[in-house]
């Protein structure tokens, strides 16, 4: 069992910055494929990026590349989600989950995820 817990969202105006946070307890955490996830209201949860156990390789929705940056302190515990120029349309629930798969393409799908965190919120005001 692993237990997720996200933090560090907000509201921000549209170019600026926000740092996403997921914390996690439970089973050894450098064990899992980690992502995060965001769910605008009345659309469905979307991949938003990804990132390896050993944190040597992530990847990204074309939506945000160039101005997401994800990553993961195995000895902390802890991954992470700089948001940068953020865009109104970046308003969401943001989720940190976690997955057991070994297969890293298999991280771009939420249904492959076995952990989730309860989510928080982003909102980028223009």
Same mark, same amino acid.
């Given at each position: 069992? $692993?237990?997720?817990?996200?933090?560090?969202?907000?509201?921000?105006?549209?170019?600026?910055? @926000?740092?996403?946070?997921?914390?996690?307890?439970?089973?050894?955490?450098?064990?899992?494929?980690?992502?995060?996830?965001?769910?605008?209201?009345?659309?469905?949860?979307?991949?938003?990026?990804? %990132?390896?156990?050993?944190?040597? %390789?992530?990847?990204?929705?074309?939506? $945000?590349?160039?101005?997401?940056? %994800?990553?993961?302190? +195995?000895?902390?515990?802890?991954?992470?989600?700089?948001? +940068?120029? @953020?865009?109104?349309?970046?308003?969401? $629930?943001?989720?940190?989950?976690?997955?057991?798969?070994?297969?890293?393409?298999?991280?771009?799908?939420?249904?492959?995820?076995?952990?989730?965190?309860?989510?928080?919120?982003?909102?980028?005001?223009?």
């Amino acid at each position: 069992q $692993v237990q997720l817990v996200e933090s560090g969202g907000g509201l921000v105006q549209a170019g600026g910055s @926000l740092r996403l946070s997921c914390a996690a307890s439970g089973r050894t955490f450098s064990g899992y494929t980690m992502g995060w996830f965001r769910q605008a209201p009345g659309k469905e949860r979307t991949f938003v990026a990804s %990132i390896t156990r050993n944190g040597v %390789i992530t990847s990204y929705a074309d939506s $945000v590349k160039g101005r997401f940056t %994800i990553s993961r302190d +195995n000895a902390k515990n802890a991954m992470y989600l700089q948001m +940068n120029s @953020l865009k109104p349309e970046d308003t969401a $629930v943001y989720y940190c989950a976690a997955a057991a798969t070994t297969d890293f393409w298999r991280s771009y799908y939420k249904t492959n995820y076995d952990y989730w965190g309860q989510g928080t919120q982003v909102t980028v005001s223009s």
